[in-house]
C-alpha cells in the first residue's frame, strides 16, 4: 500500500515562501499521477495543482505564485509556494491516483493521501 508523507509546511509571513514535498518510501512516485489539496479551517477541502506525466495543473488561485515538480531521484513531488498570502493558511495534503488520462482536480480520484502539512501564514 502506497504511503504518502508531506514535509515543509510552517509559519511565514505574508510574501514569504516555503515549498512542501510529497514522498514515498513504498512505490516509485513517477507511476503515479499527484495532486496538492488545502484544507482551511471551517471551509471545504479545495484542489490546488497536480502533475501527470504531460502537465502540470493550477488552480487559479495560485496560477504564477505555485509550481509544482518531481524530483525522480528523491521520488517526491514539490510544491514550491511563493508570494504567500494569509487566505493560503490551511492544511495542505498530497495525494496520489494511478496514471490515467492525465491528472484530476477532484478529490474523489485519489485513492491515496497523506497526513497533511500545516501552512499559516500571518505576520
Known amino acids: 500500500q502506497l504511503r504518502l508523507v508531506e514535509s515543509g509546511g510552517g509559519l511565514v509571513q505574508p510574501g514569504g515562501s516555503l515549498t512542501l514535498s510529497c514522498t514515498t518510501s513504498?512505490?516509485?512516485?513517477?507511476?503515479?499521477?499527484v495532486g496538492w489539496f488545502r484544507q482551511a479551517p471551517g471551509k471545504a477541502r479545495e484542489w490546488v495543482s497536480c502533475?501527470?506525466?504531460?502537465?502540470?495543473k493550477y488552480e487559479d488561485f495560485v496560477q504564477r505564485r505555485f509550481t509544482i515538480s518531481r524530483n525522480s531521484a528523491e521520488n517526491t513531488v514539490h510544491l514550491q509556494m511563493n508570494g504567500l498570502r494569509p487566505e493560503d493558511t490551511a492544511v495542505y495534503f498530497c495525494?496520489?491516483?494511478?496514471?490515467?488520462?492525465?491528472?484530476?482536480?477532484?478529490?474523489?480520484?485519489?485513492?491515496?493521501w497523506g497526513q497533511g502539512t500545516q501552512v499559516t501564514v500571518s505576520s
Open positions: 495525494a496520489a491516483a494511478q496514471a490515467t488520462n492525465g491528472c484530476s482536480r477532484y478529490a474523489r480520484n485519489y485513492a491515496i
Open positions: 502533475i501527470d506525466d504531460a502537465s502540470l
Open positions: 513504498s512505490a516509485n512516485l513517477d507511476a503515479y499521477e
